[in-house]
């Protein structure tokens, strides 16, 4: 299982950044997507997931703000960042959990992509 992510980089408090998430057809057909992010001198945390049903999961502090979406056509996982903060200046990376359902916890996930930097200036 290979995961390709990309978008991050640097934007000003307020903007908005796409990510996104390549996989496989196979891969995205069959696994649930995940979000994750680790901000400096912090745990890895989960911001997003969706299964291949595509039932959408958010971490409570984030929804509102970044919205995950799947496009079938272009076998790839976006995750849309609104409203950004300096305390969302982190390292995002994709993964994908070999299920349908997506969960929140990063244990359940066993394949990870290489991480995308968001930095976000006050």
């Known amino acids: 299982v290979q995961l390709q992510a990309s978008g991050g980089g640097l934007v000003q408090a307020g903007g908005s950044l796409r990510l996104s998430c390549a996989a496989s057809?196979?891969?995205?057909?069959?696994?649930?997507i995940g979000w994750f992010r680790q901000a400096p001198g912090k745990e890895r945390e989960f911001v997003a997931a969706v299964s291949t049903t595509g039932t959408k999961y958010y971490a409570d502090s984030m929804k509102g703000r970044f919205t995950i979406a799947r496009d079938i056509a272009k076998s790839t996982v976006y995750l849309f960042l609104t409203s950004l903060k300096p305390e969302d200046t982190a390292v995002y990376y994709c993964?994908?959990?070999?299920?349908?359902?997506?969960?929140?916890?990063?244990?359940?996930?066993?394949?990870w992509g290489q991480g995308t930097l968001v930095t976000v200036s006050s």
């Open positions: 993964a994908a959990r070999p299920r349908a359902v997506a969960t929140t916890a990063q244990k359940d996930y066993n394949n």
């Open positions: 057809e196979r891969t995205f057909s069959t696994y649930a």
